[in-house]
């Protein structure tokens, strides 16, 4: 399985981006999915999953009510549509997925679950 992510790219704070994973040589509704961010001399953080199956989601507290994670599992694809960006929304966002989906709910925000990773997309707002 591959994960493929694009979309980044250099916005103004108030802007919105749509980033995608697409998944190759798997199929995206029986994982586990989910969205990290690392900014500049930090960690990685949890941002966005999707469970697989049903598709319930999960938010990191920042980006409630901004951030929607979703697929389209006949397009084998993932999206983070991000709105009302804000600089600290800086960072290079990786798609994960979580095979089989062996994660509970309250375990989705951990990195260590995910066993495949894309290789990330920047994503810059400026103030």
């Known amino acids: 399985v591959q994960l493929q992510a694009s979309g980044g790219g250099l916005v103004q704070a108030g802007d919105s981006l749509r980033l995608s994973c697409v998944v190759s040589?798997?199929?995206?509704?029986?994982?586990?999915m989910a969205w990290f961010r690392q900014a500049p001399g930090k960690e990685r953080e949890f941002v966005a999953a999707?469970?697989?199956?049903?598709?319930?989601?999960y938010y990191e507290d920042s980006v409630k009510g901004r951030f929607t994670i979703s697929r389209v599992n006949a397009k084998n694809a993932l999206y983070l549509q991000m709105n009302n960006l804000k600089p600290d929304d800086t960072g290079v966002y990786y798609c994960?997925?979580?095979?089989?989906?062996?994660?509970?709910?309250?375990?989705?925000?951990?990195?260590?679950?995910?066993?495949?990773w894309g290789q990330g997309t920047q994503v810059t707002v400026s103030s």
């Open positions: 994960a997925a979580d095979r089989p989906p062996v994660a509970i709910y309250s375990s989705l925000p951990n990195g260590r679950v995910y066993d495949v």
């Open positions: 040589g798997g199929t995206i509704g029986h994982y586990n």
């Open positions: 999707i469970r697989a199956g049903g598709g319930s989601t």
